[in-house]
């Protein structure tokens, strides 16, 4: 299966004092020498669950069949409850349709390997071993999302001890991966939902202090950018040797262009950067996913209902947003 993740060397910029051990490297814009821009290699995806809130067979398909015929190439596919998911179905059914896939997920409570608890932090590492042993049987590379805390409000900031406990189960879940031929991203989400990681820059110390594995990388969200971020330059030169993934949201998780996200500005980051790793539509209804997902969200209210309409804007969105930025055409867009 093809990688989601960008070529190596990306450039480095704007470090704080606490990064600044890290190797600095000289920036490498994407430019030719006409002055245009580089052509991105970047595969344009779809969150499954635009389209189901469950996973048995009849989802599968009108996840899959919904996220090729709105144009895109790959499918980003949640793995946050492993055994209720049939790999090997998922695979056929991807593989029957031509598509890419990724994989997403996010830690609950009794799973979090950033407590204090060391049977909690057991727990978590042993489910997440799970997460991966199902990407793999999926045929992914790449399991990205909230897998290094408990996507929950914290009461207070991260410990010593808990952050620890992090890292160190990052140390050996991240080797573990390796050996599978799996990815490992970081996804910055907001303080709303994370006590460990809200901005790119931390995620690039979280990597550091994880001993920096060639396999873990940062997964940037523009949801969660809106709320953290400075800018959409900052965020992407913070981390771009190092940035493996994009999720690309409205502030309000509705269709994209109608809030409040400067969605130019982060793609001509992505091109400045010379970025070309997935880029992944997610967005939220609660007429869409389940129950307990929008409760974890707090999507107390339907932007949408019609997935097909919401999933093709998106598409023709992205496109032309990476098209504009980057300078060069790009085809797949659906009328």
Known sequence: MQSVLPASG??????????????????????????????????IGCHSQVWVGGWDKK??????????????????????????????LTKEIIEEYGLKSSASMGLSKKHDISSEDNEIVKAGKEHLIQCLEKVKEVGGTYLCGVNYCAMDKYPGPA?????????????????RAEDMGINWGLEVINR??????????????????????????????????????????HAVGVCADKLGYVHIGESHRGYLGTGSVDFPAFFRALAKYDYQGAVTFESFSSAVVSGSLSNTLCVWRNLWEDSEDLAVTANNFMRSGIQAAYKVPMVKKVR
């Open 59 to 88: 989802d599968i398909i009108k996840s899959v069949e919904g996220t090729k015929n709105a144009g895109f190439d790959l499918i980003e596919v949640n793995v946050s409850v492993p055994e209720e998911m049939d790999g090997k």
């Open 192 to 233: 709303y939902e994370s006590n460990v990681c809200n901005t790119g820059l931390r995620a690039m110390e979280l990597i550091d202090d994880a001993g920096n594995p060639p396999n873990l990388y940062v997964h940037l969200d523009t949801y969660h950018m809106n709320i953290e971020e400075s800018s959409s330059e």
């Open 159 to 175: 410990t010593a001890k808990g952050l620890k406990n992090c890292t160190d189960s990052l140390k050996e879940l991240t080797k």
């Open 10 to 43: 990306k450039c480095v910029l704007g470090r704080s004092a606490a990064t600044q051990h890290r190797p600095q490297r000289a920036i490498r814009l994407a430019c030719r020498a006409d002055g245009s821009l580089n052509t991105p290699s970047s595969l």
